[in-house]
């Protein structure tokens, strides 16, 4: 099972917050031996944390700790992406630079009907130290928790909790354990997390956009979509929301089209998902987009920029779009515990743990050569 603990944060100066405006958290944390300024103050004891993000009337409740990096060695803390080396220098580089982890990787977890420590009690019932809005008006509120008894429960709790499962910060986290690999410090065997219940996790559609039909007319795609096992309803000039799996919203010329996948899904964790699905018989075979991580005529839209924004895509310049359900944390666990990875730009996890309002020092020299510019 992964092991976590409190730790001894760095937390960005309440001072510096004004909880009566929105507030922007520094972009930049250094401490590896230099001034700080003032932004930051030292708890004085190692803590768990409470964080709660309150986003367009989505609310989840979670605590920040310091995860062991040997669960992500020994495959208990899992993950779900394909990780590139390069990505992994650059992050390595920022720990070193920083002397320590300034943004918690976003880690989620089946409580399978085990009562949860009442971290949610414990919030509700004790004034935070931080509560702002960022940039996209998510409300972040942050607790320390200095109940010696809550605290202990929640390290009881997760000496039962097989496996974390990784939803944001893949390549901070293989940089924390080849940055360990590296320097073998006290601190770094740890990197920071923010832990939240899977049930309260909210994933948006990552939808796509074409720049061309491959040569094709709008009349020769849909009789291509039709050879595919895709059945396509006109449904008007206003965005339309797939409502299940298996269905999908394709816009081309201001016009919207229901696409319901009619064919046959095999049973594997990653070929069977909508998004696998889409790129398989549609944008590979009909649109010749092979490799969409590197084709320049595809773009990627997150879900919170919404179905007007994928149609305001076909106004400058993209000539069709498609727009997805979200995958769920039940297709996630099935592939990371597959051992899979789930094709680019699948999972969009909204809101965000900020970077740079706690801090997890790592001391030491920890020199790592700067980035190449990627």
């Known amino acids: 099972m992964p092991t976590i603990k409190p730790f001894r944060a ?68 899992k993950r779900h992406e394909l990780i ?7 992050q390595m580089w920022l720990i070193g630079d920083a002397g320590g982890n300034t943004e918690p990787a976003l880690l989620a977890f089946e409580a399978e009907g085990k009562p949860v420590p009442p971290i949610g009690a414990y919030a509700d019932s004790h004034p935070p130290l931080y509560d702002f809005a960022g940039t996209d008006d998510t409300i972040h509120q942050l607790w320390a928790v200095e109940d010696a008894e809550l605290a202990a429960s929640l390290g009881r709790f997760f000496q039962t909790v097989d496996t974390l499962y990784i939803c944001d910060g893949h390549h901070r986290i293989a940089a924390s354990a080849a940055y360990d690999d590296r320097f073998r410090t006290a601190e ?3 990197f920071m997390a923010a832990i939240f219940p899977a049930e309260e996790m909210l994933i948006l559609d990552f939808n796509r956009a074409v720049s061309d039909l491959n040569g094709l007319s709008k009349e ?26 298996g269905e999908y919203a394709m816009v081309i010329d201001d016009t919207w089209y229901r696409l319901r996948y009619t064919g046959t899904r095999v049973d594997d964790p990653v070929a069977s998902l909508d998004v696998s699905i889409l790129q398989n018989r549609i944008l590979g075979p009909i649109l010749g987009i092979d490799d969409p991580t590197h084709d320049e005529r595809i773009t990627f839209l997150r879900g919170m920029r919404g179905l007007a924004g994928l149609q305001a895509m076909t106004h400058r310049g993209m000539k069709v779009a498609f727009a997805l359900s979200p995958v769920t944390m039940k297709e996630i666990f099935a592939v990371a515990n597959a051992g899979l990875t789930m094709p680019p730009k699948s999972t969009c996890f909204e809101p965000k743990p900020v970077k740079n309002l706690l801090v997890h020092p790592i001391p030491g020299e920890g020199t790592v050569s700067g980035p190449k510019k990627y």
């Open 10 to 77: 760095l937390r960005l100066s309440p001072e510096r917050i004004n909880h009566s405006e929105q507030y922007t958290v520094p972009d930049r944390f250094t401490v590896s031996g230099k001034e700080t300024g003032g932004l930051y103050v030292a708890d004085p004891e190692e803590r768990y944390y409470i964080l709660r993000m309150i986003r367009e009337g989505h609310e989840q409740t979670g605590i920040i700790a310091c995860v062991a990096v040997e669960g992500y060695r020994n495959g208990t803390v």
């Open 188 to 190: 770094s065997r740890w």
């Open 220 to 245: 020769e795609l849909l009789g291509k979509l039709a050879e595919e096992s895709f059945e396509a309803e006109c449904v008007g000039g206003a965005p339309y929301r797939p409502a299940e799996r």
């Open 84 to 90: 590139r080396p390069a990505k992994v220098d650059l």
